[in-house]
């Protein structure tokens, strides 16, 4: 019963190309995160969404920008890819603003960048 | 800026023992949510356990429980009667009302059969 799905466990791009990681959830939450996962890093935040075309910066937003046309789908896109944008990506989602409650993973995408 | 450190990042339990993953937060808020997730190998992060600031009793789920000291700011996760499907990376997280939610570095744990 996968709650949180996202389209691509692992992928190639070359340096340059631009790369879209989709994320779709099913359980109707109007939060939605993008992090960064890196060895002795833990999590980054990229971007949030609270609502339909609504977005937010988290922490490390530069080289990345994100679209959410439906509820249901949060889009992560590195315009132009670079290596030191090869990383684990986990898309995650809440259903409440103040998120104390249960975040909800996506398998992750390994992306490498050659 | 809200702070989790996770200062051990490898840890070994033997199967059926009992192991204890450090955490600890820097705030100066009162109000707050701490948590632990567990991401198995290849697989979805998950929650593990969650506890309420405010509340005095440390919270427990099955093997799952932690010791949580408000005043030393630490959080800290046991597992007792370890079995292999809990190895894993642990991430302790803190989260309140007006800051975002901040994951530590994360411990990896491996269980020995």
């Known amino acids: 019963d996968v709650k949180v799905t996202q389209s691509s466990r692992y992928l190639v791009k070359r340096t340059g190309e631009k790369v879209f990681l989709e994320c779709v959830q099913d359980?109707?939450?109007?939060?939605m995160f993008w992090y960064r996962q890196d060895p002795g890093l833990g999590l980054r935040l990229i971007y949030f969404?609270?609502?339909?075309?609504?977005?937010e910066k988290g922490d490390i937003p530069e080289g990345y920008s994100v679209s959410r046309e439906k509820k249901e789908r949060f889009s992560l896109i590195l315009e132009s890819a670079s290596t030191n944008q090869t990383s684990m990506y986990l898309c995650?989602?809440?259903?409440?603003?103040?998120?104390?409650?249960?975040?909800?993973f996506g398998e992750g995408s390994r992306l490498t960048v050659l | 800026a809200q702070t989790v450190t996770q200062s051990q990042p490898e840890m070994s339990v033997q199967e059926a023992e009992t192991v204890t993953l450090s955490c600890t937060y820097d705030?100066?808020?009162?109000?707050?949510?701490l948590f632990w997730y567990k991401q198995p190998p290849s697989r979805q992060m998950i929650l593990v356990i969650r506890?309420?600031?405010?509340?005095?009793q440390n919270a427990t789920e099955n093997r799952f429980s932690v010791n949580f000291q408000k005043a030393a700011k630490s959080f800290s996760l046991k597992i007792s009667d370890s079995q292999l499907g809990d190895a894993a990376m642990y991430f302790c997280?803190?989260?309140?009302?007006?800051?975002?939610?901040?994951f530590g570095k994360g411990i990896t744990l491996s269980v020995r059969p």
């Open positions: 506890q309420e600031a405010y509340k005095q």
């Open positions: 705030t100066s808020e009162s109000d707050y949510y």
């Open positions: 969404s609270y609502d339909v075309k609504m977005k």
């Open positions: 995650a989602s809440i259903r409440d603003r103040a998120y104390t409650g249960e975040l909800f």
């Open positions: 359980m109707d939450h109007e939060n």
């Open positions: 997280a803190y989260r309140s009302a007006i800051s975002k939610l901040t």
